[in-house]
Structures are given as structure tokens and as C-alpha cells.
């Protein structure tokens, strides 16, 4: 509601409230005396950025704004853990470890699985007898393997 009042006491000094508004804004000011002073405050400024003209400051006011702020108390946000997390943590942990001994069992029962020969077996199961695929597969796995250079086979290819 204060921010309201605010926009309508800046709107009235722009003369951009509707006369309803107005009425209801002065109604208010009469019963209100902060607001009241807080018109006032716009009807300066209004006037001093009109006007062109400034007045001069003290030469502590900088000091002074800077005291005032100084002393005004800082909130510090409180944030506490929930209940309920304090309670799961211990099973989070446990959790986790659970994952990732299930990751890495997992990764090293599939590295044991694959194996190229094996899928050599399978490509010759699934795939019809007509199919040529068969053959090229066998003719690729028999010119790359590893231990065809150790052998020093001359016709094996490096690529």
C-alpha cells in the first residue's frame, strides 16, 4: 500500500492522477501526516529539478549520510537446516555410496562382456546366411587384431 500511496503522490505532482485518485490522495494526506511530509519532500525536489537551481550542502553531509548508514543494523539471514534433512543425511550418505559401487561393479562386469569375438558371434547368429556383412566383419577383426603385429603378419592392415 505504501508503494501505491508513493506512485499516487508522484503521479499527483506530475498532474497525471484522475480527479477520483486525487481526491481520494488528499483525502488520505489530510489524515496522514507523514504523508504530508512526504509531499512535501516530492514538491522539492519537483521544484529543484524544475528550477535548475541547487542549494548548497554542509560540508559533512557526506559524512554524516555516511554515519547514518554506518549505524544502520545489517540483517544477517538465518538459514537452518530442516529436521528432516538432519535425519536423511547419514541414509544420503549411504545412498550415494550404494551408487556408486553399483557404477563401477557395473563398469567392470561390462568391460568383461564385450569382447570382440563375442560379437563376431553374435553378428553370425543374428544375421541371415546370404548376408555379406558376416563376411566382412571377419575379415576386419582377422586384419586388426591386436596381437597380428606382434606375429608380424604382412598381411595385415594398419588402418
Not at 114 to 137: F, Y
Request: without cysteine; negative net charge; proline residues 6%.
Amino acid at each position: 500500500m505504501s508503494e501505491d500511496l508513493n506512485q499516487n503522490i508522484s503521479q499527483f505532482m506530475d498532474n497525471e492522477l484522475e480527479y477520483a485518485e486525487a481526491l481520494l490522495l488528499l483525502a488520505t494526506l489530510n489524515t496522514q501526516p507523514e504523508l504530508q511530509h512526504k509531499l512535501k519532500r516530492y514538491a522539492a525536489i519537483s521544484d529543484a529539478l524544475k528550477s535548475g537551481v541547487y542549494l548548497e550542502v554542509k560540508a559533512d553531509f557526506l559524512d554524516h549520510i555516511t554515519q547514518q548508514i554506518q549505524q544502520e543494523p545489517i540483517p544477517i539471514p538465518v538459514f537452518e537446516k530442516p529436521a528432516a534433512f538432519k535425519q536423511a543425511y547419514p541414509w544420503l550418505v549411504l545412498a550415494a555410496s550404494l551408487a556408486i559401487i553399483a557404477l563401477l561393479t557395473e563398469q567392470r562386469f561390462n568391460k568383461r562382456l564385450v569382447i570382440p569375438a563375442a560379437t563376431l558371434q553374435m553378428a553370425q547368429h543374428w544375421l541371415p546366411e546370404s548376408s555379406d556383412l558376416n563376411k566382412r566383419i571377419s575379415l576386419y577383426l582377422k586384419e586388426h587384431r591386436s596381437d597380428a603385429y606382434a606375429q608380424s603378419q604382412d598381411e595385415v592392415k594398419p588402418y
